[in-house]
C-alpha cells in the first residue's frame, strides 16, 4: 500500500522558517515528479513547488520564488520544502504529491499519490 507521509508543521511567527518532509513508502518513486501543493482556508488547492527525479529541475510558483527551497532524497523515498521568510499568506494545509512528470505536476494533472496533509500557520 502506497502512502506518503508528511510532517514538519506547525506554528510560526511571520519571517520564520519550517521544514516539511514527505516520506513515501510501498513503492519506490525514484522516477517521478514529487511536489508540495497547499490549500489556505477559503481557497483552493494549489501548486507550490515540485522537483523532477533528477533532484535538479524545479519549478516554483512566483509567489514562493526566493523564499522556498524543494529538494528530494531518492535513496529515502523523500521530498522537502524548506520554508524561509514566512508571511502569513503561506498559512495552509500543504500536502505532498507524486505525478508523472514535472509539467503535469505543476498543473495539477495525473497526480498519482496525495498525502493527507501538515498545517502550517504563520502568525503576524
Known amino acids: 500500500q502506497v502512502q506518503l507521509v508528511e510532517s514538519g508543521g506547525g506554528l510560526v511567527q511571520a519571517g520564520g522558517s519550517l521544514r516539511l518532509s514527505c516520506a513515501a513508502s510501498?513503492?519506490?518513486?525514484?522516477?517521478?515528479?514529487m511536489g508540495w501543493f497547499r490549500q489556505a482556508p477559503g481557497k483552493e488547492r494549489e501548486f507550490a513547488a515540485g522537483?523532477?527525479?533528477?533532484?535538479?529541475?524545479?519549478y516554483y510558483t512566483d509567489s514562493v520564488k526566493g523564499r522556498f527551497t524543494i529538494s528530494r532524497d531518492n535513496a529515502k523515498n523523500t521530498v522537502y520544502l524548506q520554508m524561509s521568510s514566512l508571511k502569513p499568506e503561506d498559512t495552509a494545509v500543504y500536502y505532498c504529491?507524486?505525478?508523472?512528470?514535472?509539467?503535469?505536476?505543476?498543473?495539477?494533472?495525473?497526480?498519482?499519490?496525495w498525502g493527507q496533509g501538515t498545517q502550517v500557520t504563520v502568525s503576524s
Open positions: 504529491a507524486v505525478g508523472e512528470t514535472l509539467d503535469t505536476l505543476r498543473a495539477g494533472a495525473r497526480i498519482n499519490y
Open positions: 522537483i523532477w527525479w533528477n533532484g535538479y529541475d524545479t
Open positions: 510501498g513503492r519506490s518513486f525514484s522516477s517521478y515528479a
